[in-house]
C-alpha cells in the first residue's frame, strides 16, 4: 500500500508565501510523475504544476513565474514552494502520483487527502 500525505498549508495574507509537501510511503515502489492539484468548491479540481522523475517540470499559466514545484527522490518527497500568493490561490491542495509497483509489476495513481491553502488579509 503506496500513502501520499500532504503538509505545509494554512493562512497567509496576500504576497506571501508557503511550501507544500507530499511524502510517499510504502513498499516496493517507485515514483514517475507527480503533479499538485487544487480544487475550489464549485469548480473543477485544476492541474497546478507536474514533474517527471528526471526533474522535467510543467507549470499551469496561472502559477509560472510564482509557483516552484520540485522533488528529493531518495525521500520519495515532492514541494510545492509558492510565493506572491493572491486570494484566488487559495483551494485545497492535492498531490497526485504516477506509482509503479514493484511487486505486481503494475502501475497505479495515488492522490493525497489534500492540504487547505487561504490567503485572506
Known sequence: QVQLVESGGGLVQPGG?????????????????????????????????EITSGGSTKYAD????????????????????????KPEDTAVYYCNADVYLSVVKSHIGRWGQGTQVTISA
Request: charged share 20%; net charge positive.
Open 62 to 85: 496561472f502559477v509560472k513565474g510564482r509557483f516552484t514545484i520540485s522533488r528529493d527522490n531518495a525521500k520519495n518527497t515532492m514541494y510545492l514552494r509558492m510565493n506572491s500568493l
Open 17 to 49: 508565501s508557503l511550501t507544500l509537501s507530499c511524502a510517499a510511503s510504502g513498499r516496493g515502489f517507485s515514483l514517475n510523475t507527480m503533479r499538485w492539484y487544487r480544487h475550489t468548491p464549485g469548480q473543477q479540481r485544476e492541474l497546478v504544476a
